[in-house]
Structure formats: structure tokens, C-alpha cells
């Protein structure tokens, strides 16, 4: 049987607090991803939890759920060449305020996963350390932040086969390092990372 969490809804019940996350920030390839949700107070599901701990199907379902019952959420991404102008922590960071601008139900607070936030607005905000694991709308930002990620990487697996995105989804494992020594890199992977030689081929 699943086991069941229960999370506290948000950090700050008062007032409109929109839970933040971002997905895809260690990755060697694709972009990365970010979503803010604001729940309702009487929001529960009891499997919503920080996404790395919860197994790709319930995700789906789970997504499913808080798009169902969010009272607002929205969900952004910044592209590899972005990422490689700017670097992946202040592209983590743009994503994740794009995400609050696409909000329809402006927040009053912020809630975001981690240690390091640039203001956003005139917002106050708290940083969470392991946050999606303590707050479900940080969780439930996880979530979707991390599903619209995956779906992204299994779409451009079709034109990428050997790299396998379809499973690792653009993250650095012995798989993905492999195939990158095999063929290179491509025009999704991240240059800024210097993942590998100069030499090697790069794919278009």
C-alpha cells in the first residue's frame, strides 16, 4: 500500500501563497522548467510529496489532481541557449518568476523550495529548504514542474534516440555520459556545463 503524507498546505495560511518550484537545474541537456501553484485551504491528496520520492505514475496522476483543484498555477521554462547566456541559476530563477507572471490569481507571498530566491515584484518570500517535502504547495509546484520537464524530454528523445532522454531525461548518468562520449553533443545540450572535449562531434 502507497504510504500517505501529509504536508501542511502552505507557509502562510493569511494571506495568497503561491508555492514555487523549479525542475531540470542539474541536467547536461534540455531547459529547465519552474511552476507556481496556489492551493486551496482544504486541498489534500495523500500521496503529494516532493517529486523526486514519488514514482513517475503517481506524478501523472497527481498532476492530474492539483490542475484540477489548484485555485491558480502556471508553469515556465527557459531554453538551453538562455541557460547558456545567462547561466542556470539566474535562468532557474527567470523560470520561476515567469511562472508568477503566468499566475491569474496574483500571490501576496511566495513560497519557494530551496535557499536562494531573487525578490520578486515588491512579494515577499521565504526560502524552504527541502520545502517540497514540509509544504504541498511547494510540493504540488514540484510536481508539475517535473511532469511538463519529462513530457519536454520524451518529446525531443524521438530526434535524439541515442542519448535515451525517454529515461534519464538530459540528467548525468553513466548512460547519458556514455552516449555523449559515443556521439557527441547537441544543440539541447548544455554548452555552459562543458560536459565534454571540444573535440567531439556535435550534433544538429
Not at 542539474?26 to 485551504?41: E, Q, R, S
Not at 524530454?153 to 538530459?170: A, V
Request: include cysteine; proline fraction near 6%; charged fraction near 20%.
Amino acid at each position: 500500500m502507497p504510504e500517505v503524507f501529509k504536508l501542511q498546505n502552505c507557509f502562510n495560511p493569511d494571506v495568497i501563497d503561491a508555492g514555487c518550484d523549479e525542475a531540470g537545474r542539474g541536467c547536461y541537456a534540455g531547459p529547465v522548467f519552474a511552476a507556481a501553484v496556489v492551493l486551496p485551504a482544504d486541498f489534500h491528496h495523500p500521496l503529494l510529496n516532493d517529486s523526486k520520492l514519488v514514482p513517475a505514475p503517481v506524478r501523472e496522476e497527481l498532476k492530474v489532481y492539483i490542475q484540477q483543484k489548484a485555485l491558480s498555477y502556471c508553469i515556465a521554462m527557459v531554453d538551453v541557449e538562455e541557460i547558456d547566456s545567462i547561466n542556470i541559476l539566474k535562468a532557474s530563477q527567470k523560470a520561476m518568476h515567469l511562472a508568477l507572471d503566468g499566475l491569474q490569481l496574483r500571490p501576496q507571498f511566495i513560497s519557494v523550495d530551496g535557499n536562494y530566491f531573487i525578490k520578486y515584484k515588491e512579494v515577499p518570500h521565504q526560502c524552504i529548504i527541502k520545502g517540497d517535502g514540509q509544504f504541498a504547495h511547494i510540493a504540488a509546484a514540484s510536481i508539475l514542474a517535473k511532469t511538463y520537464r519529462d513530457e519536454y524530454m520524451r518529446r525531443l528523445h524521438h530526434d535524439f534516440p541515442h542519448y535515451n532522454w525517454h529515461s534519464n531525461k538530459g540528467y548525468g548518468t553513466p548512460e547519458h555520459r556514455s552516449a555523449i562520449e559515443s556521439y557527441g553533443i547537441c544543440i539541447h545540450h548544455r554548452k555552459s556545463f562543458k560536459i565534454t572535449s571540444p573535440q567531439l562531434t556535435f550534433l544538429a
